[in-house]
């Protein structure tokens, strides 16, 4: 276990609020901001010239950490279901092809400059742990490509004008539980030492890799830990601040200039579980909404627990809903000054940017990883035509590029961007 966790490059119950605080550093310890970079002033994000920063955008989901329902698949539903349904319908050295030019035609430079031009000003990058390791991930193991990808994502935004976020999205041992993390049905990150040194070491490597470069607006430690399912969720809740507190740690330990962005638990929702972060400098909060009433009312906890700390708070993922619906949210962001990037800019469907086309065939693709496969002789039975699947597979790789899409307009001007 260690051996294939073991990084390239390197290579309890916390107390309630009014109780002594979990940050990490003393006041003699402040983050130091440079012009270079956006910086905190109270509730307000501060650009490199000095007015205020208004976060609006996109989120990059299903490049660098596929989830089935972007496919149109309900049951193969992660990354390593996903990859395993491939092997299974098309061949392992298929599919490890069928990765590399997935990676590269997904998200490209005319992506990021077309999010440009709909007047986004920031896109969120989620991102799986094992990019940065030498565990088998989107057909690759010793040779991890999460350099690389981000490197190149990086010389896009500063092309375009875009600000970076980092969303680890799938950590170590799972931080959430579910599909979302990529992960075994449980949150162990909460549980084990090992993973928890992993998630600090591969946030240090990636700060020590980015901490000269103003295009990333910074580091979201976790994306929705915690799921709300479990029935030790509240034991499981007193164990988050810690792990956080790891994660700061290791990041100021090479990198004082950027950002670090905190996430409630229960999908980014429950936020008391770190309110003994007030004061920590260079830390913000990022909330999710999914469903509930666009209004006022509906995210007034995120609103209250902003105001009480004095920290800003960013919508990381909201949307897959109605234009209005999303326009009257919209509308109550702004005037409550929290920022946002919707979820997610290219997927099938038409609640984003950019809708990929189902190419032909595509339902014996969605039949076959729909289908039982708990036996090899389930998987013979499911898999159709052999050359059929990979036409539709290498169908689908034309679809996703930018020039094939359908650029969803209507969503797009409900998002208020201009």
């Known amino acids: 276990m260690k051996t294939c966790r073991k990084l390239l490059l390197l290579c309890i119950l916390l107390p309630p609020a009014f109780l002594p605080s979990c940050t990490t550093s003393t006041d003699s310890e402040k983050v130091s901001q440079t012009a270079s970079f956006v910086s905190i002033s109270g509730e307000n994000l501060i650009a490199p010239d000095g007015s205020v920063f208004y976060i609006q955008g996109t989120n990059l989901g299903n490049w660098l950490n596929p989830e089935g329902y972007m496919y149109g698949f309900k049951k193969t539903n992660s990354a390593h279901f996903i990859n395993e349904m491939l092997c299974q319908l098309a061949g392992p050295d298929f599919t490890a092809a069928f990765w590399k030019r997935y990676k590269d035609s997904y998200i490209t430079r005319d992506d990021m400059l077309f999010i440009k031009s709909t007047g986004a000003n920031t896109v969120r990058l989620p991102f799986h742990y094992k990019l940065f390791t030498d565990e088998d991930y989107m057909g690759l193991t010793a040779a ?55 998630f600090c070491d591969i946030w240090k490597s990636i700060a020590d890799h980015y901490k000269n470069e103003p295009v990333i607006l910074g580091y979201e430690l976790l994306n929705e830990p915690i799921a709300h399912f479990f029935s030790n969720k509240e034991e499981l809740n007193a164990k988050l601040a810690e792990v956080y507190k790891k994660g700061i740690g290791a990041v100021r330990e090479v990198d004082k200039n950027h950002i670090i962005l905190l996430g409630g638990a229960q999908w980014n929702m429950n936020f008391e579980p770190l309110a003994c972060f007030k004061d920590e400098p260079g830390v913000m909060f990022t909330c999710h909404w999914y469903g509930g009433p666009a209004t006022k009312e509906g995210i007034s906890s995120y609103i209250a627990f902003r105001d009480s700390m004095d920290m800003p708070m960013y919508m990381g993922e909201t949307g897959q809903n109605t234009d209005k619906w999303q326009s009257d949210l919209v509308k109550v962001m702004k005037e409550n000054n929290i920022g946002y990037t919707f979820w997610p800019y290219k997927k099938m469907g038409k609640t984003t940017f950019a809708s990929i086309i189902p190419p032909e065939n595509w339902d014996e693709v969605v039949n076959f990883a729909e289908s039982p496969r708990g036996s090899y002789e389930e998987i013979r039975k499911a ?29 797009i001007n409900s998002l208020g961007l201009r």
């Not at 999460?146 to 600000?163: H, K, M, N, T």
């Not at 041992?173 to 084990?192: A, K, R, V």
């Not at 050359?387 to 679809?399: I, V």
């Open 144 to 198: 991890q490509d999460g350099f690389a990808r981000i490197d190149s994502l990086v010389s896009w935004c500063r092309e375009a004008g875009l600000y970076l976020i980092l969303d680890m999205h799938d950590a170590p041992g799972g931080q959430t539980g579910d599909n979302i993390d990529d992960s075994y049905g449980y949150p162990w990150l909460f549980e084990s030492e090992e993973s928890q040194q992993l």
């Open 383 to 411: 898999r159709p035509d052999m050359d059929s699947a990979r036409t539709a597979l290498n169908g689908y790789l034309e679809g996703i590029k930018l020039e094939n899409c359908e650029i969803q307009d209507s969503y």
